[in-house]
């Protein structure tokens, strides 16, 4: 499995990198900016679900490029604008968009507010170009044997999974974070899931099996399985922000108490801690730092929790894998499994 997203990797990396749709924009610093995360490289893990989703029903890998393609440069228009509202100064060990536009406008000599304030509208519209070429790369897949039927189903999932579901599950990441913790219940917590990490990888896998000419039911369960590895995958992600190893998380350990995001993981401590853990995990949110004994104090707080989803984790990528079993044995259906191994045993 890793090996050939390696190989997908390289082939989306090539077709990003040379593609001509960013080459009009203008000024030059927001065509750079354009192009930049989508070439930062990464894991690619969207693209290759669209591939082994139609490969999985007999398509051809060919016809799947673009929008698979397109699947990748819509996830990064995404973490652009979470950049922005997230106020992270980084992306993938480089500056965020927003910040290096906001380097690039000190050309015209501007105080640091308004230089800041600019590379965040800039950035914006960046975030606005990449949309915009995500759909091209879908439109071009009719150069490359997807049919327009075809498209325009793919371009429907689009505005459904994506343009709807996706964005109003980040907005409700941004609402919870306005409200009081405590007032934020486990169902909405997961619909929130869902719709910000499920939905556009139900949209990947649905989308492969359109190109392959897959039956409404198996279109139906492919984005069904899509859905839940995808929460699966959240669900370790919150789970690695607390009882991870920084050294191979890559991000700061106690993140998400840092921002007061509501996790499942908080949502679920909260509700099985004693009042006086309650009291004092209350009291860790929000800090500036966290240190090895605030942590230490946190991880026993949240164990019991965090046993939950991890076990939540599992039964979400067990439930996942059933449904790839429905289908028949194939190299691409080996490779969805490993996958969704790979997503709830990863440590980074």
Not at 183 to 198: D, F, H, N
Not at 221 to 232: I, K, P, T, V
Request: net charge negative; glycine share 6%.
């Amino acid at each position: 499995m890793l090996n050939d997203l390696q190989n997908i990797a390289k082939d989306i990396d090539s077709l990003l990198l040379n593609d001509p749709f960013p080459e009009t924009v203008k000024p030059d610093y927001l065509r750079s900016a354009v192009r930049d995360y989508p070439v930062r490289g990464g894991k690619r893990l969207r693209p290759a679900l669209v591939i082994w989703c139609c490969e999985l029903l007999g398509g051809r890998r060919e016809e799947a490029l673009y929008p698979a393609a397109a699947a990748e440069v819509y996830h990064n228009w995404t973490l652009v604008h979470d950049d922005i509202i997230d106020q992270d100064v980084t992306r993938r060990g480089k500056p965020a968009c927003h910040i290096t536009l906001q380097e690039e406008l000190n050309r015209f000599q501007l105080s640091p507010t308004d230089a800041a304030r600019s590379g965040r509208d800039f950035a914006i519209l960046a975030g606005d170009l990449q949309q915009g070429w995500a759909t091209d790369l879908i439109l071009r897949s009719a150069e490359h044997g997807v049919t327009a039927e075809k498209i325009l189903l793919i371009l429907r999932k689009l505005e459904q999974y994506a343009n709807v579901e996706l964005i109003s599950g980040e907005a409700l990441d941004v609402e919870f974070s306005l409200r009081n913790v405590e007032s934020v219940p486990e169902t909405e917590v997961r619909e929130m899931i869902y719709l910000k990490t499920g939905a556009l990888l139900r949209f990947c896998a649905e989308t492969g099996a359109v190109i392959a000419g897959g039956t409404s039911d198996e279109i139906d369960h492919l984005g069904r399985f899509a859905a839940a590895a995808g929460m699966a995958f959240q669900l370790r992600d919150d789970y690695l922000g607390i009882f991870g190893d920084f050294s191979s998380f890559g991000k700061a350990i106690g993140g998400d108490l840092r921002e007061k995001k509501a996790t499942l993981l908080l949502s679920k401590s909260i509700a099985m801690a004693s009042e006086s853990e309650k009291n004092t995990l209350l009291s860790l949110l929000g800090k500036e730092e966290y240190s090895a004994e605030d942590l230490k104090i946190v991880r026993e707080i949240m164990q019991k929790a965090g046993d939950a989803v991890r076990q939540e984790a599992q039964n979400l990528a067990d439930e996942s894998k059933q449904i790839l079993m429905s289908f028949p044995d194939s190299p691409a259906r080996a490779r969805l499994l490993a996958l969704v191994d790979y997503l709830i045993d990863r440590q980074i």
